[in-house]
């Protein structure tokens, strides 16, 4: 039987809070056996490129990443909100280290091409780019990876990569050695009808449903690329996908979960 892998990604309003943040570290904190923590890096990142005079583009959820936003997103993300989260860890005795991609050639990627819009320096995860053996390695010695969403290409190009993309590409690359659960955690309840009614939560599903919510508009913006990754999870060996809000960690894998379950159908 294969040893159970918690890989959860906290992102959202909940990384901009830090009484919320801190709640989410202390669930994070009490979850047994082996675990990756992969983040975003909410608004932060883009307040910061405000205050800088850096205009900020988003394309169907994904910053498009030009040299500049490129600098504050290796700052903020890899930096600060990284070694904020492993210091706080490691005060609840979870003994964590944080990572970029290019650390241990943790995840590699490649420049993101496109006929139509130039991402600048966004990265997509190469299919053979996560570093499996090191992961192992922390894992098996109780260290608790903390990921940011930056990769590199290999060459000494940094880029900036969809945290719930490197959470989706890591559960996968790993479903083969562990059972993988792989959690979305963020400030809403999961994925709603109606974005304002946290009671509107779809409980279970299915990728014929998001394909359908998704041609009525009510899934949408930054939704998008959380649930396209959630469903390539699910679908390339995963045991399961949820998404839920960030204080309803603890409840994960119980019957009094409050989430949207991902399932393969």
Known sequence: MREQLHII?????????PHELG??????????????????????????ASKLGIDQT??????VTDAQTLDIAVM???????????????AKENNAMGFSGADGNLIQGVK???????????GDILKEGINI?????????????????????????LLNTNADTIASKIAIALSSHYEVILTY?????????????????????????FIQLKAEGIISKGML???DNAFEAIEQGVAQVAICNAQNLSAIGSEQVIATQIINQ
């Open 9 to 17: 990604k906290i992102g959202g309003n909940c990384i901009d809070d």
């Open 23 to 48: 709640l989410f570290l202390s669930s994070f904190a009490t979850i047994s056996g082996m675990k990756i923590l992969v983040h975003g890096g909410g608004k932060m990142a883009t307040k910061l």
């Open 58 to 63: 988003m394309v169907d959820g994904r910053r």
């Open 76 to 90: 903020v993300y890899a930096g600060l909100i990284n070694k904020k989260i492993v210091a706080q860890l490691q």
């Open 112 to 122: 993101r091409t496109s006929s139509s819009i130039d991402y600048g320096f966004v």
């Open 133 to 157: 053996h090191l992961f192992e390695t922390l894992l098996q010695n109780r260290i608790i990876p903390v990921v940011s969403p930056i990769t590199h290409d290999g060459n000494g190009q």
């Open 185 to 209: 955690c963020f400030e809403k309840t999961g994925v709603l009808y109606a974005v304002e009614n946290e009671e509107s939560y779809i409980p279970i599903l299915t990728k014929e449903k």
């Open 225 to 227: 690329p959380k649930l």
